[in-house]
């Protein structure tokens, strides 16, 4: 709805758009005005609406929010590093990425996915809001699987996913 309006009247304004399926998403109410005057209503690109009124005592108002941006598929921003790191020792494989939707991040480890807390409350890994793998205590024995091998970080969201580049992380053992 765009054009100049002379009324007076009570204004609802909506918004809705459509996702990147086509298909329509669910509209959202924005304002009511009540007055008597003649304005213009625009759509300025992908910032907002704007209403101006030619009536000095209306001036000149800005309603609503920022339209809601493009989705993006995942990317990978910060990739994580070589790590050389003592047997029982903390540590964290860093991992960010960025999308829209914000995309969910997973760690494998010589292929295979890697259980964090989220999958299990008793594991010394956790995934940290950032992406980040952090390790509570580094495991190099014979009564657990080694936290040594080469990991990488998956970001994913409904547009696909991103790969970061593969770290290696190498326990220190102690001299016999």
């Known amino acids: 709805m765009e054009g100049l309006f002379t009324?007076?009247?009570?204004?609802?304004?909506?918004?809705s758009q459509r996702d990147a399926a086509g298909r329509e998403e669910p509209r959202q109410h924005l304002e009511s005005v009540?007055?008597?005057?003649?304005?213009?209503?625009?759509?300025?690109?992908?910032?907002q609406r704007v209403f101006e009124s030619t009536d000095r005592s209306f001036h000149r108002q800005t309603y609503g929010s920022?339209?809601?941006?493009e989705d993006s598929a995942p990317r990978i921003v910060e990739h994580p590093s070589d790590?050389?790191?003592?047997?029982?020792?903390?540590?964290?494989?860093?991992?960010?990425?960025e999308g829209r939707p914000t995309p969910s991040v997973e760690w494998y480890k010589d292929g295979e996915r890697v259980e964090t807390n989220r999958d299990n409350p008793r594991s010394h890994r956790m995934?940290?809001?950032?992406g980040s793998l952090f390790f509570l205590r580094i495991v190099h024995g014979r009564r657990s699987k080694?936290?040594?091998?080469?990991?990488?970080?998956v970001a994913r969201n409904y547009l696909g996913e991103a790969v970061s580049r593969n770290a290696?992380?190498?326990?220190?053992c102690e001299p016999y």
């Not at 790590?83 to 990425?97: R, W, Y």
Request: aromatic content about 10%; charged content about 20%; overall charge negative.
């Open 146 to 153: 080694p936290d040594d091998g080469s990991y990488v970080c």
């Open 83 to 97: 790590l050389f790191v003592s047997k029982g020792e903390p540590a964290t494989l860093n991992c960010k990425a």
């Open 7 to 15: 009324s007076s009247f009570q204004a609802e304004v909506w918004h």
């Open 66 to 69: 920022r339209l809601r941006q």
């Open 168 to 172: 290696s992380l190498e326990v220190a």
């Open 127 to 130: 995934l940290l809001p950032t």
């Open 34 to 47: 009540w007055a008597s005057v003649m304005f213009e209503i625009c759509d300025c690109g992908n910032r």
